[in-house]
């Protein structure tokens, strides 16, 4: 058993591919020399991811702008839209293929004026559905040469927000979650 995420040891993709169920939408994601896989691997527990993804949790993989990543096409897919829960007091937005309901990412929206530059790139980035991320990556099908990149995009080193939303006995106790000391438990995003 691995003591702790420190001494956890992986093979990285140098990019990744994906996309929704109806194949409307598709992307690659080219990660940077530095990217950093153990932070960038977070879950959420709160009731809109649960509801948005029908599990009791969220798994995310974090896309910076660093990261260069773009549709098949390098235009927006048709199917795209991003849906806001509450327009009044955004937080978030949700990527949502329009054909078939695939749920793709998540990304914080900022409520600063365009003058507070500062905090609108502290704000760039999306929580990658790690479900959208293509077999190939993610556990290796149809690769002779490896067994997918599943542990380098979903380890639990990064963060896990609404940990007070852990479900006692079943969500609570779960490693990549954090619960063994993995990543950062939040109680609130």
Same mark, same amino acid.
């Given at each position: +058993?691995?003591a %702790?995420?420190?001494?956890?040891?992986f093979?990285?993709?140098?990019?990744i591919?994906?996309?929704? @169920?109806?194949?409307? *939408?598709?992307y690659? =994601?080219? /990660?940077? =020399?530095?990217?950093?896989?153990k932070?960038?691997?977070?879950?959420?527990q709160?009731t809109?991811?649960?509801? $948005? !993804?029908?599990?009791l /949790?969220?798994?995310?993989?974090?896309i910076?702008?660093?990261?260069?990543?773009?549709s098949s096409?390098?235009?927006?897919?048709?199917t795209?839209?991003?849906y806001?829960?509450?327009?009044?007091s955004?937080?978030?937005?949700?990527?949502?293929c329009?054909?078939c309901?695939? /749920? +793709?990412?998540?990304r914080?929206? %900022?409520?600063?004026?365009?003058d507070?530059?500062?905090?609108?790139?502290e704000?760039?980035?999306?929580?990658?559905?790690?479900? !959208?991320?293509?077999?190939?990556? @993610?556990?290796?099908?149809? $690769?002779?040469?490896h067994e997918?990149?599943?542990?380098?995009?979903?380890?639990?080193?990064?963060?896990?927000? &609404?940990?007070?939303?852990?479900i006692?006995?079943?969500?609570?106790? *779960?490693? &990549?979650?954090?619960?063994?000391?993995?990543?950062?438990r939040?109680?609130?995003?």
């Amino acid at each position: +058993m691995i003591a %702790s995420l420190d001494e956890l040891t992986f093979p990285t993709p140098k990019s990744i591919t994906g996309g929704c @169920l109806c194949g409307g *939408i598709r992307y690659k =994601v080219d /990660f940077p =020399v530095d990217h950093d896989f153990k932070k960038a691997s977070g879950s959420c527990q709160c009731t809109q991811c649960r509801r $948005q !993804t029908g599990s009791l /949790f969220f798994l995310a993989h974090t896309i910076k702008p660093a990261s260069k990543s773009s549709s098949s096409s390098n235009e927006i897919p048709s199917t795209l839209k991003e849906y806001i829960i509450n327009p009044a007091s955004p937080i978030g937005a949700r990527g949502i293929c329009t054909n078939c309901g695939s /749920f +793709m990412y998540w990304r914080p929206k %900022s409520n600063n004026p365009p003058d507070k530059a500062e905090e609108e790139e502290e704000e760039d980035y999306l929580e990658l559905a790690v479900g !959208t991320i293509d077999p190939e990556y @993610l556990f290796g099908e149809g $690769q002779e040469e490896h067994e997918g990149y599943g542990l380098a995009l979903v380890n639990g080193g990064g963060g896990h927000s &609404w940990c007070k939303n852990s479900i006692r006995g079943v969500t609570d106790g *779960i490693s &990549w979650l954090g619960a063994d000391g993995r990543g950062t438990r939040k109680e609130e995003h």
